[in-house]
């Protein structure tokens, strides 16, 4: 019998996350439609390539090697962006899953989360676009050679602003992180100071790796990585006293 009802128990779950899944891709799905209507793939393509259009001389333009690449990469970009702005719905169905299974203390912290995660994901790809991205064309069009004609492929450039952009919308989620593994108890605030300088060089590293090989694209990932370390340290306390358990307070 208990058999039986862990096996509907398990069923109905996976019931549930697969609604949750529906409705956070029909959101997506519904944010591309409204993106493809107004203001259009092309345009926004236009918009995402203009840092890059920004460093190249006057009259560059970028390339397109494929036969449909000039169709394929501004749909590709629009889906991008489509889920980029549909992430607080996407969380939002995230949350609603596995809020039943907490208690009311522990739903005081999740919301909250949900809701600076959206923001801090945003944020990191905002603070690529209008701060990282013109930046580092600018330095790799100055280093390039005169003999060398900067024409870049779309394709190529679909590749490495996706690339960069879901690198800094995920560690500008570091505070998130910090928060959640305090509040779980894996971690304390004292010891997560203690390892402070291993984490700066874990931030230096790993801005090393998901980068480009120039100074200013790693600086500018891994300065932000400290701040928002500090942020979690200075966050964490608060959060673990909102949603303290009325036993532990």
């Known amino acids: 019998m208990s058999e039986t009802k862990g096996e509907e128990t398990f069923i109905s779950h996976l019931i549930e996350l697969r609604t949750r899944v529906v409705r956070a891709t029909f959101g997506i799905l519904v944010v591309a439609a409204v993106l493809?209507?107004?203001?259009g793939p092309a345009q926004i393509y236009d918009i995402i390539a203009?840092?890059?259009?920004?460093?190249l001389p006057q009259g560059s333009k970028m390339i397109a090697t494929g036969?449909?690449?000039?169709f394929l990469v501004p749909m590709?970009?629009?889906?991008?962006?489509a889920f980029i702005l549909a992430l607080p719905w996407v969380f939002y169905q995230l949350w609603a899953f596995v809020a039943p299974g907490l208690y009311a203390h522990e739903k005081r912290l999740v919301l909250p989360l949900v809701v600076s995660s959206s923001f801090l994901f945003i944020a990191g790809v905002a603070f690529c676009y209008f701060f990282v991205f013109?930046?580092?064309?600018h330095f790799i069009s100055d280093f390039a050679p005169e003999s060398i004609a900067v024409t870049p492929d779309i394709e190529n450039y679909l590749d490495f602003v996706m690339s960069m952009s879901l690198a800094f919308g995920a560690t500008?989620?570091?505070?998130v992180v910090v928060v959640i593994l305090v509040r779980m108890g894996i971690v304390s605030v004292e010891k997560l100071k203690e390892i402070r300088p291993y984490a700066i060089v874990g931030a230096f590293v790993i801005a090393a790796i998901v980068t480009p090989p120039d100074v200013v694209s790693q600086l500018a990932l891994a300065i932000p990585m400290c701040l928002l370390f500090e942020l979690g340290i200075w966050v964490a306390p608060m959060f673990e006293r909102i949603t303290r358990a009325p036993d532990e307070a």
């Open 67 to 70: 036969v449909i690449a000039p």
């Open 76 to 81: 590709k970009v629009t889906l991008m962006i």
């Open 36 to 39: 493809f209507m107004w203001p």
């Open 134 to 137: 013109g930046r580092v064309f």
């Open 172 to 175: 500008f989620e570091v505070p």
């Open 50 to 55: 203009q840092p890059m259009m920004a460093s």
